[in-house]
T-cell receptor
Framework: GAVVSQHPSWVICKSGTSVKIECRSL??????MFWYRQFPKQSLMLMAT?????????EQGVEKDKFLINHASLTLSTLTVTSAHPEDSSFYIC???????????????FGPGTRLTVL | DAKTTQPPSMDCAEGRAANLPCNHS???????VYWYRQIHSQGPQYIIH???NNETNEMASLIITEDRKSSTLILPHATLRDTAVYYC??????????????FGKGTKLSVKP
């Protein structure tokens, strides 16, 4: 299957700082990328969907000014958590898909996740 | 998208078949059944999907009832590495433009030696 990477795999930051998480599709071009958040012992919650070259679509209740998403190329999307607070501590997971069929099944392939801890 | 119901947890002996049920009684005719799994602290992994026919791949088999109101994911010979949370998801179509994957609580499968 297609490979999606995330960087960093974990990050610890101080309250009030901003953190950027990268999501890359390594062997295919992703026209659509998704960002999920997962709190301990809970399921994945979709935060936003981004299409290359256009603004992200955020799910209800997700602050777009706090969670900045950029999908500037077909292989890279970034999520920036601005002015992070302890309640933003979570496991952030991205996924990528290609409408062009580059992945074979037009499926979503998930990255390994980024563990964010805000002190 | 239709909602699914899965048991919160299941145990399975190593080497035996693991049969994970999923109810999706309100599924529509154009909705597919997807299965993903998530090993602890990793991203979800695609397993299999189907519309109405039974499907098999190198990882698992998917059995969908004739009325499509329920399905079963079968891991034929479970190993300790299959311990994970398994998510059953229904979604319109096979293209992401037709709907997002909405994750429920899934079934935590514990494979025991």
């Amino acid at each position: 299957g297609a490979v999606v990477s995330q960087h960093p795999s974990w990050v610890i930051c101080k309250s009030g700082t901003s953190v950027k998480i990268e999501c890359r599709s390594l062997d295919f071009q992703a026209t659509t990328m998704f960002w999920y958040r997962q709190f301990p012992k809970q399921s994945l919650m979709l935060m936003a969907t981004s299409n290359e070259g256009s603004k992200a679509t955020y799910e209800q209740g997700v602050e777009k000014d706090k969670f900045l998403i950029n999908h500037a190329s077909l292989t890279l999307s970034t999520l920036t958590v601005t002015s992070a607070h302890p309640e933003d501590s979570s496991f952030y997971i991205c996924s990528a898909s290609s409408l062009a069929g580059g992945t074979g099944y037009n499926e979503q392939f998930f990255g390994p996740g980024t563990r964010l801890t805000v002190l | 998208d239709a909602k699914t119901t899965q048991p919160p947890s299941m145990d399975c002996a190593e080497g035996r078949a693991a049969n994970l049920p999923c109810n999706h009684s309100t599924i529509s005719g154009n909705e597919y059944v997807y299965w993903y799994r998530q090993i602890h602290s990793q991203g979800p992994q695609y397993i299999i999907h189907g519309l109405k026919n039974n499907e098999t791949n190198e990882m698992a088999s998917l059995i969908i009832t004739e009325d499509r109101k329920s399905s079963t994911l079968i891991l034929p010979h479970a190993t300790l590495r299959d311990t994970a949370v398994y998510y059953c998801i229904v979604r319109v179509g096979v293209s992401v433009s037709q709907g997002n994957l909405i994750f429920g609580k899934g079934t935590k499968l514990s494979v025991k030696p």
